[in-house]
C-alpha cells in the first residue's frame, strides 16, 4: 500500500492551526495581551505554566506538533 499523506498532512495541518488557536485565547484568557511568542515560552509567565487548563490545551498541541514532526521525518525516509 502506497504512503499517500497528503490528506492526512493536511488535515493535522488544520489541526495544529485551530489548536494554535485555542491555546492563544486560553493564554489571553489569563494574561490579555499575551502573544504567540509568548505561548512558546510559558515558563516565562508563572500564570500560565501553573494554569491546568493552558498546560492541558498545550500538551495537545504539543502532541500535535510531535506527530507532524514525525510525519516529516517518515515522508524524507
Known amino acids: 500500500m502506497p504512503h499517500d499523506n497528503s490528506s492526512l498532512t493536511q488535515l493535522l495541518e488544520e489541526m495544529v492551526e485551530h489548536q494554535l488557536t485555542k491555546v492563544l485565547r486560553v493564554a489571553r484568557e ?3 495581551d499575551a502573544t504567540p ?3 512558546r515560552n510559558p515558563q516565562d509567565f508563572p500564570e500560565l505554566s ?3 487548563l493552558f498546560n ?3 500538551g495537545i498541541l ?3 506538533l510531535s506527530i507532524q514532526t514525525a510525519l516529516r ?3 524524507k525516509a
Open 37 to 39: 511568542e509568548d505561548i
Open 50 to 52: 501553573t494554569d491546568s
Open 56 to 58: 492541558y490545551e498545550d
Open 30 to 32: 489569563i494574561i490579555p
Open 73 to 75: 521525518n517518515r515522508n
Open 62 to 64: 504539543t502532541g500535535y
